[in-house]
């Protein structure tokens, strides 16, 4: 009677344990509520059986172990309980039943596709270690981002992809999160409803640098998120089209310097100075090779190569992928042939 009662305590104070403290991040989308539901009932349910269970498991093993002077004795025979077993049986084949189909209610939820059929997309592209996100303007340019963008009240749905390893998208405010597989997609949906900016991580282990995988979500209203994709529309056409009609891709808004210095705010492209040191610039980054010595007398080729590719040269393994592969897919086709211009000029010096 007194391990029935000490249990009955533990079981409500792990409930309340796992209802009362506020284990998640707050709620960022629509799915979240019912993901979290779902764990609260996972938790009432789950508690008591454990406890119950490691009750009944220790009030036997003190009640029943073998006493002084027992050594020899044997138990009676015991031939079973039919009722018993039926019942134990049936109780958990219930509650597991009732559970599956409740899980699966909550899943078909947070999977629907909003009733309008209206929502955004963006293509997420994992690699190590860095996710890249792609986006089509209303026109159907498309750019690429190192932060993510999204607009606040309008479903948007992620197509999940890797060029290497098994990594996995995750914004833990929207509780969504799904691998990104080589040689698949995979997707989900969110509603975002609060504006603000979110983590972004990587929730598998794909290397050494796993941990550093990590950027930014950010919720804007719908009319900045409008402005915001005009913005990027504009700065990418507006970067493409010299080239095309062969002017030399040399345009005024296309600051070779200034990406070095500043890099690009729009995308999130990092300056370079900020870990390469290079005398022109001022910069004394140490994270990265000194360009004045890694890069002099180099080509323009060679040196946009290092941009493009920036792990082709390392041969040793060591300081791989500390500069985002993705690194030239976040600036305009102009701003890239500007950087290498201003590179070369600076380190022929
Ligand atoms: Cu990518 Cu962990």
């Known amino acids: 009677l007194l391990t029935a009662a000490i249990g009955l305590v533990l079981s409500a104070v792990g409930i309340l344990i796992g209802l009362w403290i506020d284990w998640f991040p ?41 006493k002084p002077g027992e050594e020899h004795l044997d138990g009676p025979p015991i031939h079973g309980n039919t009722k018993l077993e039926v ?4 109780i958990p084949a219930l509650m597991l039943v009732t559970l599956c189909g409740y899980a699966a209610v909550v899943l078909s939820n947070i999977e629907e596709a909003p009733a309008s ?5 963006v293509a ?28 606040q009240g309008k479903s948007v749905r992620f197509d999940v992809r890797s060029k290497d390893v098994i990594h996995d998208f995750w914004v833990p405010e929207w509780r969504m999160k799904i691998d990104a597989v080589p040689g698949i997609t ?39 998120y409008a402005a915001w994709m005009q913005r990027m529309t504009e700065r990418q056409t507006a970067g493409a089209a010299p080239a095309a009609d062969g002017a030399g891709g040399q345009t005024a808004s296309a600051d070779g310097k200034a990406v070095f210095t500043q890099g690009v705010g729009a995308t999130g492209a990092t300056a ?19 360009l004045d010595e890694a890069l002099a007398g180099q080509d323009a080729a060679a040196i946009k190569a290092s941009i493009v590719d920036p792990n082709a040269k390392i041969t040793d393994g060591f300081g791989e992928g500390i500069m985002p592969a993705n690194y030239a897919e976040t600036l305009t086709p102009a701003e890239l042939d500007a950087l290498v211009r201003y590179i070369a000029d600076a380190t022929k010096k």
């Not at 539901?37 to 349910?45: A, E, N, R």
């Not at 059929?117 to 997309?121: A, H, I």
Request: some cysteine.
């Open 117 to 121: 059929g209206q929502e955004n997309r």
């Open 124 to 151: 997420v592209t994992g690699e190590q270690f860095t996710w890249t996100f792609e986006y089509t303007g209303a026109d159907g340019t498309k750019f690429s981002t190192n932060q993510l963008y999204v607009e």
């Open 272 to 290: 370079c100075g900020a870990c390469h040191a290079l005398a022109d610039a001022g910069t004394s980054g140490a994270t990265g090779p000194n």
């Open 186 to 224: 995979t997707n989900y949906r969110v509603t975002p409803t609060k504006t603000g900016i979110y983590p972004v991580v990587c929730a598998e282990l794909c290397g050494l640098g796993h941990a550093f995988m990590r950027q930014s979500a950010h919720v804007l209203p719908p009319e900045k």
């Open 26 to 66: 707050a709620q960022g989308s629509t799915q979240a509520d019912d993901i979290d539901t779902l764990w609260d009932v996972l938790v009432i349910c789950s508690v008591p059986i454990f406890v119950g269970v490691t009750a009944v498991v220790l009030f036997c093993a003190r009640e029943f172990r073998q």
């Open 87 to 90: 019942v134990w049986t049936a």
